[in-house]
């Protein structure tokens, strides 16, 4: 079935430790987006990526670096940088309206990662 | 950049009342305005969307209005039932390239039977 599988469904990770969020779609979307959901704070922007090799920040970037080597797979890193990062973390892809990004999100199941 | 304030935060509602949540956006060229559907443990998933050259979309127990002028819009829900119980975001974007989904903090809808 096609849709976006997110791994791993829950993450532990130590203060200092940088951990990766696996993000893969076979939709053959354009454009993958990651979401960080906090209650009460909705869905809040991390990074976005329209094209394979392009990606721009969103409202809260600081602490996470993204790469989109290729069209399927967009990986998050949450670094030791990032202050809170206990969150659960929701990628998602779209195709492209015309120029727009104004396709449906599909979204992944989650992944919720808690800092010890 | 975009805005979006949503309310209420929380809503409860008896089986059979119709619900109301309410958006605001700050961004006059945002022309996209999709509403999404979150249940427990799960990703959330579009249930309507109005595009800025319609006022009112309807589809089956659920309406989307918009007024451009005042920069707001809405999700009516109609004879609400227990499975419409969970979280409600809306969200808008400008039609523009290089552009994406900011979202309003949700409203956690309760229906009682």
């Known amino acids: 079935d096609g849709g976006i599988t997110q791994s791993p469904k829950y993450l532990f990770r130590k203060e200092g430790q940088n951990v990766t969020l696996s993000c893969e779609q076979n939709?053959?979307?354009?454009?993958m987006y990651w979401y960080r959901q906090d209650p009460g704070q909705g869905l809040r922007l991390i990074y976005y990526s329209q094209i394979v090799n392009d990606f721009q920040k969103g409202d809260i970037a600081e602490g996470y670096s993204v790469s989109r080597e290729k069209k399927e797979s967009f990986p998050l890193t949450v670094t030791s940088a990032q202050k809170n990062p206990t969150a659960f973390y929701l990628c998602?892809?779209?195709?492209?309206?015309?120029?727009?990004?104004?396709?449906?999100?599909?979204f992944g199941e989650g992944s919720r990662l808690t800092v010890l | 950049g975009e805005n979006v304030e949503q309310h209420p935060s929380t809503l409860s509602v008896q089986e059979g009342d119709s619900a109301v949540i309410k958006c605001t956006y700050s961004d006059s060229a945002s022309n996209y305005f999709p509403w999404y559907k979150q249940e427990l443990g799960k990703g959330p998933q579009l249930i309507i969307d109005i595009r800025s050259n319609v006022g009112e979309k309807k589809d089956q127990r659920i309406a989307v209005t918009l007024n451009k002028t005042a920069k707001h819009f809405s999700l009516h829900i109609t004879e609400t039932q227990p499975e419409d119980s969970a979280v409600y975001f809306c969200a808008a974007t400008p039609n523009q390239a290089g552009t994406a989904l900011i979202f309003g903090k949700g409203t956690t809808l309760s229906v009682s039977s």
């Open positions: 998602a892809s779209n195709q492209r309206r015309g120029a727009a990004n104004t396709g449906e999100l599909f």
């Open positions: 939709l053959n979307h354009d454009a």
